[in-house]
């Protein structure tokens, strides 16, 4: 069985080597303020609509993946009848979009210190 269809990294990705490419004088705390929240949001936005593509019967195309269902699978679960549902409310899927921008600007932050000390380096 074929693994499902990857993340949409391109997008953020992109953005993300666009930005780097005007900052380059920013100070680090708000390159990786602009840059995390910006990534979350053009992986959040982007992935939303997609997964919702992947969820509707026009995607059920062998390239995309969602056709195969792996035998132990209930008939009745929500993949089987390729539905999403979320189980928390609206605060609590907000909260993790927060958590996860945050996440985003700390490990940005610690790569630009890790980037520069590794520029320091020398042999």
Not at 20 to 33: F, G, H
Not at 54 to 75: D, E, Q
Not at 92 to 112: E, Y
Request: proline letters at 8%; hydrophobic letters at 55%; a positive charge.
């Amino acid at each position: 069985m074929p693994p499902p269809f990857p993340i949409l990294l391109i997008i953020p990705a992109l953005a993300l080597d666009l930005l780097w490419q005007r900052t380059s004088s920013w100070n680090a705390w708000k390159t990786a303020l602009v840059s995390g929240i910006g990534y979350t949001a053009l992986l959040i936005l982007p992935e939303w609509f997609f997964a919702s593509f992947l969820n509707s019967p026009v995607a059920a195309r062998p390239f995309w993946g969602t056709i195969y269902l792996y035998y132990a699978l209930p008939p009745q679960s929500y993949m089987a009848r390729h539905l999403f549902y979320v189980d928390e409310s609206s605060a609590q899927l907000w909260f993790g979009f927060f958590l996860a921008a945050v996440a985003a600007v700390l490990s940005i932050r610690w790569s630009i210190s890790r980037g520069d000390w590794m520029r320091a380096v020398k042999r």
